[in-house]
């Protein structure tokens, strides 16, 4: 009689917990809006969810440590005057996020570490170039200000966000609806899914197809793609019965899948988030209320399911923490916030270990919040892998990067060095957009000490009213 032998893996007990509920955030109400995105973005400073607003598009941007009933009252973003469709954080700076509409706008917004006292409507840019709805958004993951939108017109557009140009346009490479956009690792290539049912490799820079394959999921519904470290396409999709399938391809050999399992008979489209320094993927179907996880390994049948961690209530739309924003003295190894219908509820993800020291095996260096080139260095045609930092001592936000405004560049927050810099920080003029920054912060804050000084009068005279009172 032969044994069977149990596959080795780091991640065979990795187990989902759901956060108390004093370290969740109650009260918001979650956008309603049809469009299958994830509503929701996070990194090691803050929590941003698309929220229903009257009269345009609106998302709400609360501080992490901001657990608890939000008041009905705290500050949103608006600004757009369509629903707010996607939101996407910079991965090189903590307090920079980009909005995507259906009022065929993209909007950059600066941040503010401290919590401001109205609507933040202003921001710092906005790019116009879309001519329908748009749906999805993408930084770079290694150049700085570069951000990939994609719209209903079926075009792809990459700005520089630092100077609101349109560095390229890939605009005759899709016939139909775009459903998923996936840059790799270092940012050469894209991986994308559209309505035809043809999963596309592209080299945006060439403005090629470099490998495409034609219904990698037989069925109509939307397919979803990501890179893994490997250099393979996980997808996500349908069969022709309606049967929910993940499949692993190989672009230099997309004839036949590497590995296809057939899921469940849901009709929600399974979100993939994938971790590339464990190669675990977690899928998160839209409405459903659970989160199915596997390891991606070079080993048959490449892709392994490890576990689902399942709840009562189906999810609105999911965020997925980046590595540098998990707890590793608790060997956190991800992170998701889950949307309800009025509240976020963290997810944490955990291998389970005796020892309290620092698990180097689970934490490789990952990428931090350095970026590895200049926009104009990658359209020029350079690539560079992400710049790594290591966890052992936990990572720790650095604090507000204001932006230093100038013509060339309005996202540029690294001091100038070396003989590219052209003016000294001594002798740079302060632009109208820092002093109105600064006017702006001024006065809000004598509101604040104002609303403070009124808050203590009601409450002297309530004082005063009690002890007559007693009298």
Not at 76 to 98: F, R, S
Not at 109 to 132: A, C, F, V
Not at 278 to 290: E, R
Request: a negative charge; one cysteine or more; proline letters at 7%.
């Amino acid at each position: 009689m032969s044994r069977r032998v149990v596959r080795q893996s780091k991640f065979r007990h990795v187990f989902g917990q759901a956060a108390k509920a004093d370290q969740a955030y109650e009260d918001i109400r979650v956008s309603k809006v049809t469009w299958d995105s994830s509503f929701c973005a996070v990194n090691p400073k803050f929590l941003a969810i698309i929220v229903e607003a009257g009269g345009g598009g609106a998302f709400i941007v609360l501080p992490l440590a901001k657990t608890g009933r939000v008041d009905k009252n705290y500050p949103l973003v608006t600004g757009h005057t369509a629903p707010v469709l996607d939101i996407d954080w910079c991965p090189h700076n903590d307090n920079v996020i980009a909005s995507a509409s259906d009022d065929t706008t993209i909007m950059v917004w600066q941040i503010p570490d401290y919590t401001p006292m109205r609507n933040i409507t202003e921001p710092i840019i906005t790019l116009e170039g879309h001519s329908k709805r748009v749906g999805i958004l993408s930084w770079h993951p290694t150049a700085r200000n570069v951000l990939l939108s994609a719209g209903g017109d079926n075009v792809i557009i990459i700005w520089n966000v630092g100077t609101g140009e349109v560095l390229l346009s890939l605009d005759d490479m899709h016939p139909d609806v775009i459903h998923s956009v996936c840059w790799n690792s270092n940012g050469s290539l894209l991986a994308t899914t559209c309505k035809d049912k043809t999963l596309r490799i592209i080299d945006p820079r060439k403005g090629q197809v470099v490998a495409e394959r034609f219904a990698a999921h037989e069925g109509m519904r939307p397919m979803r793609a990501v890179f893994t470290r490997q250099g393979h396409i996980f997808t996500t999709g349908f069969t022709r019965m309606s049967q929910r399938e993940l499949g692993l391809w190989d672009p230099n050999n997309f004839e036949e899948p590497v590995a296809l399992q057939e899921m469940d008979t849901s009709n929600g489209v399974l979100l993939p988030f994938y971790d590339p320094d464990s190669s675990i993927v977690y899928l998160c179907g839209k409405g459903d209320s659970s989160i199915r996880y596997f390891e991606i390994t070079d080993e048959p049948p490449f892709v392994h399911y490890l576990n689902t961690f399942s709840s009562k209530e189906p999810q609105r739309g999911m965020g997925f923490m980046p590595k540098r924003g998990l707890d590793v003295s608790k060997c956190e190894i991800a992170r998701f916030y889950k949307l309800h219908e009025r509240k976020c509820e963290p997810i944490i993800m955990t291998v389970p270990r005796k020892s309290d020291l620092f698990q180097d095996d689970l934490y490789p260096d990952t990428p931090g919040p350095e970026p590895a080139l200049e926009a104009d260095e990658w359209l020029s045609g350079q690539d560079a892998e992400p710049v790594l930092i290591s966890l052992r001592d936990g990572y720790v936000p650095p604090k507000h990067r204001e932006l230093r405004v100038t013509k060339r560049n309005i996202l540029d927050v690294r001091p100038p060095s070396g003989p590219r810099r052209s003016q000294s920080a001594s002798d740079a003029p302060l632009s109208q957009h820092t002093l109105e920054t600064l006017l702006e912060e001024i006065k809000a804050l004598r509101e604040r000490v104002q609303a403070q000084e009124q808050r203590i009068t009601a409450l002297e005279n309530m004082l005063c009213e009690l002890v007559d009172g007693t009298d």
